[in-house]
């Protein structure tokens, strides 16, 4: 990399934000989680530091490990503490919020800084236009659990310049992570190839055909590492909700992509997986 990156800001202090920050405060970063929200930042630590302390009575880090990744890690809900090098925003799916965070953010950093937004669905190139400098702007889709998946989408738009997306790829290599470049399109790669499992699957649910336990052990059975409906519940139904509507409305509404009540009733009771220890399962035990 031409810029070499030492300071990587997280915004949003949900799971992924978090995930991420612990990823990168791992990996040898001065890493920065910023949540405008107080008490959601005061979560994230104590989460944090519960995580860490797991991975050392599992034996997977050492103690030292654990020492030095909380020393490189600052929690924060002063946008002035947000000076990076690179800035991954993690926040809630709504392109303008994004935009005004990255042109706040714009305001108290140096001209260079690159922003990376983790959106699952929303178009990266809209998000880029309407910050200052687009061409410092692409997607860096993370996967849920972020310290465990390995995949991480590099979304290209029309603005993007071979620098910004070099120092992301580089910097989700040496996230331990595996880079794949993807230009902007609904969905991605990823999300877009997954929409007809969790739909058919729910498909069938909504037919009586198989309820969800058998539906989930049947594609389990044939190769698939964890079925639609657990799966679902690990993403966040309400994650996912919101992304089955930005494809479907972003591909012109086709039938076989249209979301499925069963998605938008959960999301209606706020039964959205394990977050909420309620979904198409419950995680009360």
């Given at each position: 990399m031409d810029q070499i990156i030492q300071t990587v800001c997280v915004c949003g202090a949900g799971t992924m934000g978090s995930g991420i920050a612990q990823i990168a405060a791992q990996s040898g970063f001065y890493t920065i989680l910023y949540d405008v929200n107080d008490e959601m930042v005061g979560k994230a630590e104590q989460g944090m530091q519960a995580t860490?302390?797991?991975?050392?009575?599992?034996?997977?880090?050492?103690?030292?490990?654990?020492?030095?990744?909380?020393?490189?890690?600052?929690?924060?809900?002063d946008m002035n503490d947000c000076l990076a090098d690179v800035v991954i925003e993690a926040i809630v799916e709504k392109p303008g919020i994004k935009t005004a965070l990255f042109n706040q953010l714009a305001e108290v950093n140096h001209s260079e800084v690159i922003f990376a937004t983790n959106t699952s669905s929303l178009s990266v190139t809209d998000i880029a236009r309407q910050?200052?400098?687009p061409e410092r702007v692409a997607g860096m889709h993370f996967f849920n659990p972020a310290p465990v998946m390995k995949l991480v989408e590099v979304v290209t738009t029309p603005y993007s310049n071979n620098h910004t997306i070099a120092t992301i790829v580089e910097l989700a290599r040496q996230l331990g992570k595996t880079p794949v470049l993807c230009k902007d399109a609904p969905g991605f790669i990823v999300n877009h190839v997954?929409?007809?499992?969790?739909?058919?699957?729910?498909?069938?649910?909504?037919?009586g055909i198989g309820d969800f336990?058998?539906?989930?052990?049947?594609?389990?059975?044939?190769?698939?590492?964890?079925?639609?409906?657990?799966?679902?519940?690990?993403?966040?139904?309400?994650?996912?909700?919101?992304?089955?509507?930005?494809?479907?409305?972003?591909?012109?509404?086709?039938?076989r992509l249209r979301p499925s009540p069963l998605q938008k009733e959960r999301v209606d009771k706020q039964e959205l997986g394990r977050?909420?220890?309620?979904?198409?399962?419950n995680y009360n035990s």
């Open positions: 860490l302390q797991q991975l050392t009575e599992k034996h997977k880090i050492t103690t030292q490990d654990k020492a030095d990744t909380l020393s490189r890690l600052r929690f924060t809900h910050v200052m400098r997954a929409r007809p499992y969790y739909l058919e699957a729910l498909k069938l649910a909504e037919q336990e058998t539906i989930d052990l049947l594609l389990e059975a044939t190769g698939f590492k964890m079925g639609p409906f657990r799966l679902m519940d690990l993403i966040g139904n309400d994650v996912n909700y919101a992304v089955s509507c930005s494809v479907y409305e972003q591909l012109g509404s086709p039938e977050k909420t220890k309620k979904g198409y399962y």
